[in-house]
């Protein structure tokens, strides 16, 4: 009795300090920043992205696989260094900056292996956060019923 009111306790707990993963699959684009500060900079840094799909997102962190570990010489995990990265949700398109926390490899042979990412989330502002917060609660049902909406004409 006292162990099954413990285990429900504990469980109860981690499930609030733990934020709920949302599994999804969403293009994600990745870049570093430039190392110098200028419009042609910049331009050059974004074009130069590592293209993949989102795994799983939350209000922490996100997940992503990508073909490749590194971006020129630099690797997407380690070395504190900021990500940038666009999520395209079925809502709109989401600007995120994080950290590279951890990476496995995923796949079952050599020519199709992937990375499988994880980063925190360092900041996210503005409408991106609004964006990307509605996505989290409501995934695609919010979306659904704006459609259905939208196709009756109908304001909600």
């Not at 306790?9 to 300090?17: A, G, Q, V």
Request: one cysteine or more; hydrophobic letters at 40%; proline letters at 3%.
């Amino acid at each position: 009795m006292i162990r099954e009111l413990i285990s429900r306790f504990s469980r109860s707990f981690s499930e609030r300090t733990v934020s709920n993963r949302r599994h999804f699959a969403a293009p994600v684009r990745v870049w570093f920043d430039p190392e110098t500060n200028t419009e042609r900079s910049r331009d050059a840094a974004r074009s130069a992205c590592i293209l993949g799909e989102t795994m799983d997102i939350s209000r922490s962190g996100i997940g992503f696989i990508v073909g490749f570990i590194r971006l020129k010489e630099k690797y997407l995990v380690g070395h504190e260094r900021p990500l940038n990265i666009e999520i395209d949700l079925p809502n709109g398109k989401v600007f995120l900056r994080a950290i590279g926390r951890r990476y496995e490899k995923v796949g079952a042979n050599i020519s199709a292996e992937k990375f499988l990412i994880g980063a925190t989330i360092l900041s996210l502002t503005g409408t991106d956060k609004e964006i990307y917060e509605t996505f989290l609660r409501n995934g695609t049902r919010g979306l659904k019923i704006a459609a259905r909406n939208l196709e009756l004409g109908t304001d909600q």
